[in-house]
């Protein structure tokens, strides 16, 4: 889409733990809601993703965030959990805004168990793919060593990203209405 707007829209929710909690929502022009750590993509539906980045920074330790996954119509399609190292994830020029699609974003893809970096997708040896209700992916990210490693109820699926830069934030994005999820930060 031409003309889609970079510009971010911040929009403050409470989490779990009573914390004041910061996203920045991205592409303005496709709806996200936030509540009380629940991210609800909104319709209409018009073929783009739409995506939040938590201003939290981690630039040293071990921190992770699980994600919930609260609510579908069609198994979590296209939704993806991960980092980028741009507070504002940068919409690609056809106006999606995913984590994973950019050379700053590195992203968990739970449909089919694979990873997004750059647009390129890489399957997963371990584990199989489904994105369900009720799955609980844990994305945890070793700053000391700049790695990315995912955990799927409970199944350790490893290191899947090295490398990382100095600096990531958290990233969410989703692509049906009504896909509803519920971020959870370990610290």
């Known amino acids: 889409m031409e003309g889609t707007s ?21 592409a303005p022009h496709t709806k996200l809601h936030v509540h009380q750590s629940v991210i609800t993509r909104l319709e209409p539906f018009d073929f783009t993703h739409a995506a939040v980045v938590h ?25 993806c959990f991960g980092v980028t190292s741009n507070p ?14 950019t050379d700053d974003s590195w992203a ?4 089919n168990n694979g990873v997004f970096h750059d647009c390129e997708y890489t399957k ?10 009720n799955d609980k992916i844990m994305i945890t990210v070793d700053m000391d060593h700049h790695t990315m490693s995912v955990t ?35 610290d």
Not at 58 to 77: I, K, W
Not at 124 to 133: E, I, K, N, P
């Open 6 to 26: 970079k510009t971010a829209d911040a929009t403050a929710i409470t989490a779990v733990r009573g914390v004041q909690q910061q996203w920045t929502c991205v």
């Open 55 to 79: 201003q939290r920074k981690y630039t040293a330790g071990v921190h992770s965030f699980t994600v919930e996954l609260v609510a579908s119509e069609r198994t979590f399609n296209f939704a």
């Open 88 to 101: 504002q994830l940068p919409t690609c020029d056809d106006g999606h805004a995913a984590v994973g699609l």
């Open 108 to 111: 968990y893809y739970p449909l």
């Open 124 to 133: 997963l040896a371990t584990g199989d793919g489904r994105g369900a209700v």
């Open 152 to 186: 799927v109820n409970g199944q350790h699926r490893g290191v899947v990203y090295r490398d990382l830069p100095a600096a990531v934030y958290p990233a969410i994005s989703l692509w049906y209405p009504y896909d509803k999820v519920k971020v959870t930060f370990a």
